[in-house]
């Protein structure tokens, strides 16, 4: 794979272990694919390289612009879409959904940043975000589609009724992070 050059901005997500882990361990995937939460776009950019056609979705708009230009300087095509998850993604239905999300317990202590806030806090338990997630992924998924998300020892286990299998784990100072795979029956 071509290596990848993305530049961090301010007030964007900057791509962490697990933005890492994601691009490392993730398997080739073919077809449309939707990122959501895009942040820089490393994970999108670097499916988009693989030669996948890649729709990012951010609710940042400052997001949004980082993966455009990281796209750019990439020289690779990447729709990049400014929205609240699948908001303005009506009707649209994709091979494959992956997602780094927002995964911590959202903290006691307001962030001075807001737009961090929203990269990392995933609710109330840290799992809400996710839970979202997979109750939207039904309406833009084909039947024999998968979602692939981070699931962090942080958050709170939760009951669904999608198939699951952990593809890697790796465990950090703070916290043990899976790459999981959910399919329907
Ligand atoms: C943990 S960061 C991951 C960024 C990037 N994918 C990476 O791995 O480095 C989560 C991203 O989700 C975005 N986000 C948070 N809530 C969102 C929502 N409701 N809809 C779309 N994006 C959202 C944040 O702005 C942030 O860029």
């Not at 995933?122 to 998300?149: C, K, M, W």
């Amino acid at each position: 794979m071509a290596k990848l050059n993305i530049t961090n901005f301010d007030g964007v997500y900057e791509p962490a272990e697990d933005s890492y882990l994601f691009v490392n361990h993730i398997p080739n995937l073919k077809g449309n694919i939707l990122e959501i939460g895009c942040g820089t776009g490393l994970i999108g950019i670097s499916l988009a390289l693989k030669g996948n056609k890649v729709t990012a979705v951010d609710i940042n708009p400052l997001a949004v612009e980082a993966a455009k230009s990281n796209a750019k300087n990439n020289n690779v095509d990447l729709e990049v879409v400014e929205g609240d998850m699948f908001s303005s993604l009506e009707g649209r239905i994709f091979d494959a959904i992956v997602c780094n999300p927002p995964y911590l317990p959202n903290s006691e202590d307001k962030y001075d940043d807001s737009k961090l806030a929203l990269a990392v806090e995933g609710g109330p338990t840290g799992s809400e975000f996710t839970i979202r997630l997979l109750e939207d992924a039904r309406n833009h998924l084909e039947s024999q589609g998968s979602v692939y998300t981070i699931i962090s020892s942080k958050m709170k286990e939760f009951q669904t009724s999608w198939n699951q299998e952990v593809l890697h784990e790796e465990k950090f100072f703070f916290e043990r992070l899976r790459l999981v795979r959910f399919w329907r029956s």
